[in-house]
């Protein structure tokens, strides 16, 4: 039947707003990346990369490797963090796409990819350098390659699939995911589960192994620390066993914003639907299907439960939505589609006027303002006390930051006898600080401390004197004041054995 002329008419103005909003954000996240100041994490994940190692503390090493190849190349510049991010998450949509093809028709992938570029999960893996940058990338390679193992028969991706999955581990700890998901998928699929029990399968692992055996051999070197951290520590500061609804409402809200209200509560609906249908018979449902979700909803429900325990952070979920978008494309309408477009073009938008104008100042040390003009202060600062050495407390963000804009070690917490991440494993000798002044930086984004005239406690025990200086203030247009930072001339290191 053909349409009306007026009809068609609708739906290029509609096409026309899809392809202007995906324009429109695509721009700006190319802008972000010019104008964006240094996070907190793109230095802490840098320190990484100026500290080569098998592993890491906190997280494994890809991160800190993809980083330092940037920086080697390219040079030491913020920008440069950045576009090491975006480049590895254009890789990341690129693969996404490949992947969509492999399950769904080319029309139902297109869909996918604009579901999956409207989020905001996106822009945050292209403009700040986490762990989960070089994860989703090898994720959905993972993915890819299980594929081609598992429906294509082609039995040299086993190994490929043990390699990438290995990386994936050794991105972020969360890369465990894809055996559970690969092994509940074989477990469920009658059609496939004799793959679990074959020499392709131990193939796939024993490579897996092999290829996460540098982050094995740091642990075992260093008391598995890392393990310990990422597990056992995790589990004491849940503080017993009892359910927190805020935490369950945070960890809502984040995700609601990093996928949008759309995206968000179709993967709610839809999933209510299925439950419904299929009613826990998961091995009713066709095999691709099957596959996706097995990658998909443990990650996504799992960490919803473990929310009403222990604060979930938003990434944590971001692996579970490549196989969870190109699964809500076969459900998700046109119409609902434009609507999540337009809502990340809404987003996207606000955000700009964010980075350039700064009207909401963030109470907090996650945030791109002032970090350079707070480095160019503190070697103005220490130009009056030749000499003393800086170091900060602030878990790793203010040391961070400082290691990376000045042209010397900037201690952390490790200085007042404290746990300080990765600050603990890069071999520094506290004592040949003995006797030497210090400049203590407190980061103060709640303005607590008027004049900066608080004396930190901590610092009792390890200094002769501490004496409060005059604060820096960051400050933006108009002189509004939209950062503080607490100075303290500390006198007389003497570390404790």
């Known amino acids: 039947m053909i349409k009306p002329e007026g009809m068609n008419g609708i739906t290029k103005n509609k096409t026309g707003i899809v392809f202007f909003s995906i324009a429109v954000i695509l721009l700006l996240r190319l802008v972000f990346i010019g104008l964006m100041g240094l996070m907190p994490q793109d230095a802490y994940y840098d320190f990484y990369g100026e500290h080569l190692a098998l592993s890491y503390y906190d997280h494994p090493p890809a991160i800190g490797y993809v980083l330092r190849l940037f920086t080697e190349i390219f040079g030491k510049k913020v920008f440069v963090l950045k576009l090491a991010d975006s480049v590895i998450c254009f890789l990341t949509i690129l693969f996404f796409y490949r992947l969509s093809l492999s399950f769904v028709s080319k029309h139902r992938a297109q869909r996918a990819i604009a579901i999956f570029f409207s989020t905001l999960m996106v822009t945050i893996l292209s403009l700040i350098s986490t762990p989960d940058v070089p994860l989703l990338l090898f994720w959905t390679v993972s993915?890819?390659?299980?594929?081609?193992?598992?429906f294509l028969e082609k039995k040299i991706y086993w190994i490929w699939s043990g390699i990438f999955i290995g990386l994936s581990f050794d991105s972020k700890y969360t890369g465990i995911f894809l055996l559970a998901g690969l092994v509940l998928f074989l477990l469920l699929s009658a059609k496939y589960r004799s793959l679990l029990f074959s020499r392709w399968f131990l193939l796939c692992l024993l490579f897996f192994l092999m290829t996460i055996s540098p982050v094995i051999i740091w642990n075992v070197q260093n008391d598995f620390a890392s393990f310990r951290f990422q597990s056992a520590a995790r589990v004491q500061s849940m503080d017993g066993f009892h359910i927190d609804l805020l935490n369950f409402a945070g960890a809502l809200g984040h995700q609601t914003a990093v996928l949008m209200p759309i995206l968000f509560f179709a993967f709610i609906y839809f999933l209510f639907k299925v439950l419904k249908k299929y009613r826990f018979r998961f091995f009713d449902i066709a095999p691709d299907k099957l596959f996706l979700l097995c990658f998909f909803i443990p990650v996504f429900v799992g960490f919803f439960l473990l929310s009403f325990l222990?604060?979930?952070?938003?990434?944590?979920?971001?692996?579970?939505?490549?196989?969870?978008?190109i699964w809500i494309s076969l459900y998700l309408g046109k119409k609902w589609i434009n609507a999540q477009l337009l809502c990340s073009l809404i987003v996207h938008l606000?955000?700009?006027?964010?980075?350039?104008?700064y009207p909401v100042a963030i109470k907090s040390d996650d945030t791109w303002v002032g970090w350079e003009e707070l480095a160019k202060q503190v070697k103005s600062i220490q130009s009056n006390y030749p000499g003393a050495f800086i170091f900060s407390a602030d878990d790793y963000k203010t040391s961070a930051v400082l290691n990376f804009y000045l042209d010397e070690m900037v201690y952390s917490r490790n200085i007042i006898g404290e746990?300080?991440?990765?600050?603990?494993?890069?071999?520094?000798?506290?004592?040949i600080l003995s006797g030497k002044n210090a400049l203590f930086i407190d980061s103060d984004p709640r303005f607590s401390h008027e004049k900066g005239d608080g004396l930190p406690h901590a610092l009792s025990g390890y200094f002769d004197s501490v004496t409060p200086?005059?604060?820096?203030?960051?400050?933006?247009?108009?002189g509004r004041i939209v950062r503080k930072f607490s100075v303290y001339l500390c006198t007389n290191y003497h570390p404790q054995k």
């Open 143 to 150: 993915l890819i390659s299980l594929h081609r193992a598992i």
């Open 310 to 325: 222990y604060w979930v952070k938003l990434n944590w979920m971001m692996p579970s939505y490549i196989s969870g978008i």
């Open 350 to 357: 606000v955000l700009a006027i964010e980075v350039l104008f």
């Open 419 to 431: 746990r300080a991440l990765q600050f603990d494993f890069i071999g520094s000798d506290l004592n």
């Open 469 to 478: 200086i005059d604060p820096i203030l960051i400050t933006r247009t108009g």
